[in-house]
């Protein structure tokens, strides 16, 4: 016979919603983004031109790595992750 007031076998058993952790470091730092400047093989900087005809350096968008994240935090509309090189990158969540 089971007992009615046996807590289920989950490792969140028994703890409050604050001691649970929502996101990894990992998980984190695979929602965010870098933005990086494109050099061509000569490592020159690509330029392209903007909505406004000016020429800017083309840029593209990397990922970071796990070992990158120094800290980072989870709000409800967006998750904040900074770097060790001190970079604060932020994914904001689809509101639906």
């Known amino acids: 016979m089971e007992s009615k007031d046996k807590k289920p076998d989950t490792p969140a058993a028994g ?3 604050k001691e649970i952790p929502a996101m990894t470091a990992a998980q984190a ?3 965010v983004k870098r933005t990086v400047p494109v050099f061509d093989k000569d490592k020159k900087p690509v330029m392209v031109k903007d909505d406004n005809d000016r ?3 083309k840029t593209e968008q990397k990922a970071i ?5 120094m800290n ?3 709000y409800e509309d967006r998750v904040v992750v900074v770097t060790i090189a001190g970079e604060k990158l932020t994914h904001f969540k689809d509101s639906k």
């Open 15 to 17: 703890k409050t919603e």
């Open 29 to 31: 730092a695979k929602l």
């Open 55 to 57: 020429l800017v350096q």
């Open 65 to 69: 790595k796990e070992d990158e994240v």
């Open 72 to 74: 980072f935090a989870e």
